[in-house]
């Protein structure tokens, strides 16, 4: 191919595999689309990206990725956005985001992650501010340890992930937390710049009257199907 557009959709094919120099010469290239296709090599994918500098956008939902080991290279330190959601990931390397300086959005739902292999994976993307994942798979002091590191986070959903701690995000103002095994909110785990806070199905007895004394900018909160039984003035 040997264009000079800025948007390329492919969605819904049966792409399996990318030759290496499938992108080389778009080199205005800012939007990638490649939803519902059958890749299952991400260093294929990046390889075939190493002429591009602009890419802000890269969509990979509903492929057949299993790992997140090979690192992005230096020339795409512009992406902004990644969509990950529905592969069959369970592995993410300790470098596989380094080189993502100015990442806002990642999204990796519909996967099973066991193993993610540094606390500090996500340390250089200190701009992202929307996080999304479910049915995270590692230990609680690790998820924690990992989430209280991401300082920049403003939106997070975290489903279904056995977390039995809320982690610490400071500039949080969407906060999501459903389908996890939390019982009770420790002092100043939630920020108090937090206007939703969805806590449903999870375990939860007693609304405690200290749970919220300083959220003043909360709108709304979501507690159905836990296991309340009282609440306290």
């Known amino acids: 191919i040997n264009m000079s557009f800025a948007q390329l959709n492919l969605i819904n094919n049966n792409i399996q595999s990318i030759e290496s120099n499938a992108f080389f ?17 991400l260093g294929e994918l990046i390889k075939s990206l190493r002429n591009i500098y602009n890419l802000t956008k890269l969509w990979l939902n509903y492929n057949l990725i299993e790992k997140l080991d090979n690192e992005f290279p230096v020339n795409m330190n512009s992406l902004e956005e990644l969509k990950i959601n529905a592969n ?4 993410i390397g300790k ?6 300086i100015n990442l806002k959005y990642i999204s990796l739902y519909i996967n099973n992650v066991k193993i993610i292999e540094s606390i500090d994976c996500f340390k250089n ?7 999304d994942i479910n049915n995270l798979n590692i230990e609680n002091d ?3 340890s990992i ?5 920049s986070l403003i939106n997070i959903n975290i489903l279904n992930s056995n977390l039995n701690e809320i982690p610490y995000f ?5 906060l999501c937390l459903e389908r996890n095994n939390l019982k009770e909110i420790e002092e100043n785990r939630l920020s108090q710049n937090l206007n939703y806070l969805i806590l449903s199905k999870n375990y939860f007895k007693v609304i405690k009257e200290n749970y919220f004394k300083n959220l003043k900018y909360l709108k709304e909160l979501i507690f159905y199907e836990n296991k309340i039984h009282s609440i306290e003035p």
Not at 26 to 39: E, M, Q
Not at 170 to 174: D, H, M, R, S, V
């Open 95 to 100: 470098n596989a985001f380094k080189n993502l």
């Open 170 to 174: 400071p500039l949080a103002k969407w």
């Open 125 to 131: 993307n200190v701009k992202m501010i929307s996080f």
């Open 88 to 91: 069959r990931i369970w592995f």
């Open 25 to 41: 010469n778009i080199l205005k290239l800012r939007v990638l689309l490649l939803d519902n296709n059958r890749l299952a090599d």
């Open 147 to 151: 989430f209280d590191r991401i300082r």
């Open 142 to 144: 690790l998820m924690i």
